[in-house]
């Protein structure tokens, strides 16, 4: 009896917190309303997050909006490694600024990375002895001054700015060189020592968030992050084999820079790297078991969860998409489609992106008295309210990267939808004055609009008698689309409102932006 009364409040307490059908746009709202609720409402089914947890995982790249954040939650209630425990370094960065301080202090660019290398070692340290001081108090010896209860973010803070306290006394060199001096003496060889004896027994994880912003064109700032990188690492390959595991995300839209330019050696560095790619099935599982979720939590109708094979897409799609959304809809073309690929073809395949889009449509439906049934015609009126919301979102993302990029991208206001690849270089130069210390050039603009996912290359010809046009977009590989002056490009559908595109042309089309693989219906 005690436990159904438990239950019954379990059920309550979620269903006040669960605003959304949808879910929340980001970990940090799902948090706040959730609270201990949250993992039972996460979707853990999916490739990447089994292979986060792989002794040889340490660098996860995501773009924003791909569930980073959501992902490194996960891994405190995983059950693949008993008894373990976690740190979470979240996106609160004020011990960034700290780290700025350190790497300014080091003028020397050749020696610059690899002495920061040794400060996020020590850093990576201390917070192993901080939380595994709960099982061996004798690692309280070694470590360094802390707020009482501080939490992990502020951690990294306080001990980075330790380093920095003595900087004022002696040469900012000299000072790291006794970090990494310290970090080999037998002291701190036998406190870690201490240390994987607890972890062999009980693993920890150490996972670092990624940044919202990353200033690209800042050789601290992509210094910084080079020797995060590089320092996990050698972590990963000298201690994971002990239990004491390394996690390092990183923003998929700064990646490419680091690689290419920060690391010191990209094959020593970066080996195998897990990219969160987010395929057409898996976002319909995701999507469908949020909304399931949701009609259990509130007490409408719903198909029993037992019923429902959540590792298949078809069932998926069968009884959970098609019972709440009608399986064709008319679009703004009056081509008819597929519902699901048609809400899909205006994301960029992230979380993010799709729950923001359903939680339109299901507001949309509320307003009509339909929910939680969704109509053609208010899924078409929703993604038209939210297109410009979702491209400028993107947009956002992208403004440490290319300062301007909204004046910049405007260049291809009243484009056509389809177009040979020279039209971008007539339209590059309508930009010049909006890049800032003569960085422009007609390669970099098309660059810009190929890695934002604003432009994608076609594939094949349009299929007449669906209208269907298939196009790659740099978004779902794991390396840039180079553009050949003969190739044919397409504007991503998100971008239609927001950049006023021509879809004035006799030969109707509807752009798939999607990768060409077996498992998605059309």
Known sequence: MKHKVHQQQRLEASSRSLIQPFGEVCFENESLRLGDHWDNYY???????????????YLIVGRRGSGKSSLLEHFKYQTRYKNAGCIIVNNDHDYYEEMFR?????????????????????????????????????????????????GFASIVKSVVAGVLSKFAMENASAVIDAVS???????????????????????????????????????????????????????????????????????DEVFPYIKEDAISNTAKHIRDPLFITWRPKDLMRLICWRLHKYLVTVGLPHISEQEVNWDSFEDIHAKIWLRHFDE????????????????????????????????????????????????????????RQCEVDLADELINSYRSV???????????????????????????????????????????????????????????YTDEKTCILRADFEYFFDDRIYLTESDHCVIHPMFFAKLNIN?????????YPFPENKEFIN
């Open 402 to 460: 290319y300062p301007r990029i909204g004046e910049i991208i405007s260049a291809l206001e009243g484009a056509p939808v389809e177009f040979k690849a020279n039209f971008l270089d007539r339209m590059a130069h309508r930009t010049a004055g909006q890049w800032p210390d003569r960085t422009y050039s007609a390669y970099e603009f098309k660059k810009l609009v190929m890695e934002l996912g604003v432009v994608g290359r076609r594939r094949g």
């Open 181 to 251: 001096k310290r970090l080999q003496s037998t002291r701190m060889v036998e406190a870690r020592e201490m240390a994987l004896a607890v972890t062999s027994k009980y693993p920890l994880f150490i996972a670092i968030d990624s940044r919202e912003q990353y200033e690209v064109r800042s050789q601290e700032e992509m210094q910084i992050t080079a020797a995060l990188i590089e320092c996990a690492s050698r972590f990963n390959l000298q201690y994971a084999g002990r239990g004491l595991h390394i996690k390092v995300c990183v923003a």
């Open 102 to 150: 350190v790497s300014s202090e080091l003028h020397v660019q050749s020696s610059r990375l690899k002495k920061l290398v040794s400060v996020w070692e020590h850093v990576f340290w201390q917070l192993a002895f901080t939380k595994l001081r709960e099982r061996e108090p004798r690692l309280d010896n070694v470590l360094d001054p802390i707020e009482e209860h501080a």
């Open 43 to 57: 979707f853990e089914h999916l490739r990447f997050v089994a292979e986060s947890l792989d002794p040889e995982k």
């Open 328 to 383: 064709k809809l008319l679009n703004r073309c009056g081509i008819e489609e597929r519902s699901w690929p048609y809400v899909l073809r205006h994301t960029h395949l992230k979380p993010r992106q799709l729950v923001q889009l359903c939680n339109r449509i299901a507001r949309l439906a509320g307003e009509r008295n339909e929910f939680p049934r969704f109509t053609g015609a208010t899924i078409r009126d929703a993604v």
């Open 503 to 511: 879809r004035t042309d006799p030969k109707r089309i509807c752009i």
